[in-house]
């Protein structure tokens, strides 16, 4: 997979990669982003990135509002890597290993499979799990999409 100046091989070959694929107009993916940016943060350098995917060109506004400093790439507007990957819902996110196979997939915001996410991103990085989640986020369970 290419997009502009990212290629999904060269960049593999850091280590494992979660790809995330949102749009800004996206409630969830509004709600999810500042996890993501607390595990990029948290793992950034360590054999972990995180990239987000763009379903629309409003990315760098997008990064401002809420506060994410990994890349973010547009798609648009032939959305070429989201049919490659058969998106059908935002936001989706793959745990990519360093020989392109996808070890997790989840849609949407489910709190129990961020922190799979999480457990799994520990384990393939190398690197020490953290509490993704403080008792102040009054995080749901479940963030319909």
Known sequence: ???GNFTLSKELQKGPLLLTFYKKTCPTCQ???PF???IHKHYTGKN???VGIAQDPETKEFST???VTFPLICDTPAYEVSRQYHLINVPTSFLVLPNGKID???IGF???ELEELLQKISTTSGQPLFDIFLK???VPEFKPG
């Open 104 to 106: 997790f997939l989840t």
């Open 48 to 50: 972990f990135q995180v």
């Open 36 to 38: 993501f940016e607390r």
């Open 1 to 3: 997979m290419s997009l």
């Open 110 to 112: 489910l709190k129990k």
């Open 65 to 67: 509002q809420y506060g």
């Open 31 to 33: 709600f999810t982003y």
């Open 136 to 138: 102040s986020d009054n």
